[in-house]
Structure formats: structure tokens, C-alpha cells
């Protein structure tokens, strides 16, 4: 049997891990930079990496503006599943989970994270996150951003590649 400490702290990364996709999905960016730690990095496919939390601040409200675009009926809407945490020591854990995204026109694009986690003044936050899109639905936002990135020579957002 764990620890106390040990089952208390695979709740507040599960927590952690499902407080990304609320923020994010709500747009609520300054929320989703303080889960991370101050140097935290964010690992995109294509090799880009968010490093710190103003930079991150940066991407993704960028990234959030692309995904609304004009649309004012636009939403997404991030499924997170299989978490799976393993603790290292009480200050340091890893772990690894699925997500797959839904926006207004349906099914948008899948794939994995791969954390490392913190404890930083009493609470767990992610020191890097890695995401690996694995796929992406024709006609979705997605895919379209990943066609505009390759037409311009870019490398991030959804499924070419960004964050999830």
C-alpha cells in the first residue's frame, strides 16, 4: 500500500493534468502558465519548445486566437484520458496520458503528453510537458493549421504541431 503522501500526491497531478484542458479550453491562459514551473517547457512535435512562463503566456494566446479565429460560435474542447503518474520521490513524478480534441466542426486531432512534474511551494506543477500529436481529422482546424504551416515554413500549433 502507498503512502498517504503518496496517494495525496497522484490526486493533485490528476488534478493537475485535468486543470490544463479546463484552462485551456476556457481560454484562460494566465491560469494555465502558473500550472507549470517558472522555467517550465512545453515540448511541441517538430522540435519547437515553450520555455518559461511568459513565453508560454505568449504561444498560447496565440495560439487561442487561431483556433477562434473569427468564429464566434468556435469552442474546443480537450479529452484527457489513461493518466497514469508514477512518483519518483515526494518532489518529483512523471507521467503520460492520451488526449483527444473536439472543436465546433467535430473531431480535431489526438495524441499523447508525456510529463515531469514538481512539487514547488506545497504543490505539484508540471516542469515539461511533451506533446505528440498523432493525429488529425481531414477538414479540422488541425489539419488546416498544418497545412498553412507547411505552405509557410512553420512549425507548431495542432497536429503541426502545437499545443494540446
Same mark, same amino acid.
Given at each position: 500500500?502507498?503512502?498517504?503522501?503518496?496517494?495525496?500526491?497522484?490526486?493533485?497531478?490528476? +488534478? $493537475?493534468?485535468?486543470?490544463?484542458?479546463? &484552462? %485551456?479550453?476556457?481560454?484562460?491562459?494566465?491560469?494555465? &502558465?502558473?500550472?507549470? *514551473?517558472?522555467?517550465?517547457? $512545453?515540448? $511541441?512535435?517538430?522540435?519547437?519548445?515553450?520555455? /518559461?512562463?511568459?513565453?508560454?503566456?505568449?504561444?498560447? !494566446?496565440?495560439?487561442?486566437?487561431?483556433?477562434?479565429?473569427?468564429?464566434?460560435? *468556435?469552442?474546443?474542447?480537450?479529452?484527457?484520458?489513461?493518466?497514469? =503518474?508514477?512518483?519518483?520521490?515526494?518532489?518529483?513524478?512523471? /507521467?503520460?496520458?492520451?488526449?483527444?480534441? =473536439?472543436?465546433?466542426?467535430?473531431?480535431?486531432? @489526438?495524441?499523447?503528453?508525456?510529463?515531469?512534474?514538481?512539487?514547488?511551494?506545497?504543490? @505539484? =506543477?508540471?516542469?515539461?510537458?511533451?506533446?505528440?500529436?498523432?493525429? =488529425?481529422?481531414? #477538414?479540422?482546424?488541425? *489539419? +488546416?493549421?498544418?497545412?498553412?504551416?507547411?505552405? !509557410?515554413? %512553420? #512549425?507548431? %500549433?495542432?497536429?503541426?504541431?502545437?499545443?494540446?
Amino acid at each position: 500500500m502507498s503512502a498517504s503522501w503518496e496517494v495525496a500526491a497522484r490526486d493533485a497531478i490528476r +488534478e $493537475l493534468v485535468a486543470a490544463y484542458a479546463h &484552462c %485551456g479550453d476556457r481560454g484562460r491562459f494566465d491560469d494555465l &502558465c502558473s500550472l507549470f *514551473a517558472p522555467d517550465g517547457v $512545453l515540448e $511541441l512535435d517538430g522540435g519547437r519548445v515553450v520555455a /518559461g512562463r511568459d513565453a508560454l503566456l505568449a504561444f498560447l !494566446t496565440d495560439t487561442g486566437q487561431a483556433v477562434r479565429g473569427e468564429d464566434e460560435h *468556435a469552442f474546443i474542447r480537450h479529452h484527457v484520458s489513461s493518466v497514469q =503518474v508514477t512518483i519518483d520521490d515526494p518532489d518529483h513524478a512523471h /507521467g503520460a496520458s492520451y488526449f483527444f480534441v =473536439v472543436t465546433q466542426r467535430g473531431p480535431d486531432h @489526438w495524441g499523447r503528453y508525456r510529463d515531469r512534474y514538481v512539487r514547488a511551494d506545497a504543490r @505539484w =506543477v508540471f516542469a515539461h510537458r511533451r506533446v505528440r500529436v498523432d493525429g =488529425v481529422a481531414p #477538414g479540422s482546424w488541425a *489539419a +488546416e493549421r498544418r497545412r498553412s504551416l507547411h505552405q !509557410t515554413g %512553420g #512549425g507548431s %500549433g495542432p497536429g503541426g504541431r502545437g499545443p494540446s
